[in-house]
């Protein structure tokens, strides 16, 4: 874990601007990887909600090959993140190698009562999904 130094970011794929813009505006390094055939964009240490074994983690997140406007789907995270109280997150025992690490996937997807709304939703807003998953393990 930890930021590399700016000079050395990957930029292997353009991201729309408005995504760009809102993972500079998050002030944490960010690389966009391109990796046997898929693309990544891989943010370092975001904050994790207390309750977890690790304060911060990295997270990557894989663009679907029909976004935008398609739907961004999970979220992988380095290191593995578990509760405080040793308790394994539901649905996190996907594991993907990404740049010589093994990250845990976390399996979310939409719900109808929770669609992806194309022209609505991106980067930003999956984000946002993504940290209120971490918030609700923490209830369960």
């Known amino acids: 874990m930890g930021a ?20 500079n505006a998050l002030g944490l390094s960010w690389e966009a990887i ?13 904050d994790v909600p207390a309750g977890y074994n690790h304060a911060k983690a990295d997270v990557a997140i894989m663009m679907a090959p029909g976004y935008p406007p398609g739907p961004l789907d999970m979220a992988y995270f380095y290191p593995t993140l578990i509760r405080a ?3 394994v997150p539901n649905r ?9 690490k093994a990250w845990q996937g976390w399996s979310r997807h939409r719900t109808p009562d929770n669609p992806w709304l ?10 946002f ?3 209120a998953w ?3 393990e923490l209830k369960r």
Not at 4 to 23: A, M, W
Not at 92 to 100: A, E, F, Q, T
């Open 85 to 87: 109280n040793g308790a």
């Open 134 to 136: 971490l918030l609700d």
């Open 92 to 100: 996190s025992d996907i594991r993907v190698n990404l740049d010589g």
């Open 118 to 127: 194309p022209g609505e939703d991106n980067l930003e807003s999956h984000f």
């Open 4 to 23: 590399p130094h700016s000079e050395n970011l990957r930029r292997q794929f353009r991201l729309p601007s408005e995504d760009e813009d809102f993972l």
């Open 34 to 46: 391109a990796s046997a055939g898929q693309q990544w964009i891989v943010t370092n240490g975001i």
């Open 129 to 131: 999904y993504m940290r």
